[in-house]
């Protein structure tokens, strides 16, 4: 909105700060903060009228997570109305690139809000079913793969390697869509311990912010030998709205949490980072700044695979955050360790922008 108006005016004055991403991003940070601690007490005190014994708890897992019954989830929805408000105030409205990303943080975001509004009201920890959450993700990114694809090419980019590419044609739709919908359920699977998965998605979020403005500057691109996709620096606006919602959320969500983001936002914060790694064309860079992700999505798969052939664990519990819990390690310990993780990964990621 202030975007479009300060283009009426020509960028004259002191409107001509709004002409830079830059300030915009810093600006889109800061208001989605706001907003986050402004509506976060009296939302939080609504989810719990309405949910009344808020999260089920899972019985099978670590005892020391029964003391937390009683915590309302869909916190997410925090986070998506701070995000969404900040990202209408300062985002450039005719950039498709940012409308994808909402289109996905949205859809995800209500894929989420259903599967938890189940698990609320139906007093099981289970859920939507995974068939219908996958064809419901997979629906969502699809149209925002459509969306990407008109506005960048169906090549898939190479790390470490300046000019190589992988030319996937149509295939890319689903490459896409791949991406996308394994970002968002990877973050998902990471949301079991306060604060664990929102610190390293507000470092995947900041790292991107820069990879997202490098990409979407011709200048940086070639000296960087990484790939120019034209509006991309407006998803480093994008990324800053994310980080700020975030930072509000773990505000409330730091231990012991008063509120869980729940499916709602952790599908939603996936999806988009999934999405924005798409529209700048870093697909394979994210498996590496989102590696604690990867990880616990590996841990999951691992565990199911080897466990229906041989009867037997490679994991105490899985995701792997609960095998470090099952071994004694407290819940700060873990978190704060995985968060050092994501740091390293993220510094890993920025790496491959120069080595080549």
């Not at 889109?28 to 014994?53: D, E, Y």
């Not at 898939?156 to 968002?184: D, E, N, T």
């Not at 790292?207 to 691109?221: C, E, K, M, N, W």
């Amino acid at each position: 909105m202030l975007y479009l108006i300060a283009d009426w005016l020509g960028f004259e004055g002191i409107f001509n700060l709004v002409r830079y991403q830059t300030f915009r991003a810093g600006a889109t940070l800061i208001t989605a903060l706001f907003f986050g601690l402004i509506i976060g007490p009296r939302f939080i005190s609504m989810l719990r009228v309405r949910q009344g014994k808020g999260q089920p708890i899972r019985e099978d897992g670590p005892q020391t997570h029964l003391a937390k019954r009683g915590t309302p989830t869909m916190g997410g929805l925090m986070i998506l109305i701070s995000l969404l408000l900040a990202m209408l105030l300062w985002m450039d409205v005719f950039n498709p690139l940012v409308w994808a990303c909402m289109a996905v943080t949205v859809g995800f975001g209500f894929i989420g809000f259903l599967d938890d509004y189940d698990k609320v009201t139906k007093r099981h920890h289970a859920g939507l079913s995974g068939k219908v959450r996958l064809l419901g993700e997979f629906a969502v990114a699809g149209v925002a793969s459509w969306i990407l694809v008109s506005q960048i090419s169906t090549d898939v980019y190479l790390p470490f390697l300046s000019g190589r590419v992988i030319p996937l044609g149509p295939v890319y739709y689903l490459f896409a869509a791949l991406v996308i919908v394994g970002a968002g359920n990877a973050v998902n699977l990471t949301d079991g311990l306060d604060g664990l998965a929102t610190m390293p998605v507000i470092i995947a979020s900041g790292t991107f912010a820069i990879i997202a403005y490098l990409v979407g500057r011709t200048d940086f691109s070639a000296y960087l030998g990484i790939p120019y996709v034209e509006g991309a620096g407006e998803l480093a606006i994008f990324c800053a709205a994310i980080m700020g919602a975030g930072l509000a959320f773990l505000w409330f969500n730091a231990p012991p949490a008063a509120v869980f983001m729940g499916d709602t936002g952790s599908l939603a914060l996936g999806g988009a980072l999934g999405t924005i790694a798409v529209a700048s064309h870093h697909e394979i860079v994210l498996a590496i700044v989102g590696g604690l992700f990867v990880l616990e999505a590996l841990s999951v798969i691992i565990q199911v695979f080897w466990f229906k052939r041989t009867g037997k664990r490679v994991f105490r519990m899985a995701p792997i955050h609960h095998h470090f819990e099952q071994k004694g390690w407290a819940e700060s310990t873990v978190v704060i360790r995985f968060w050092i993780v994501s740091i390293v990964l993220a510094m890993a990621g920025l790496a491959t922008l120069k080595l080549r």
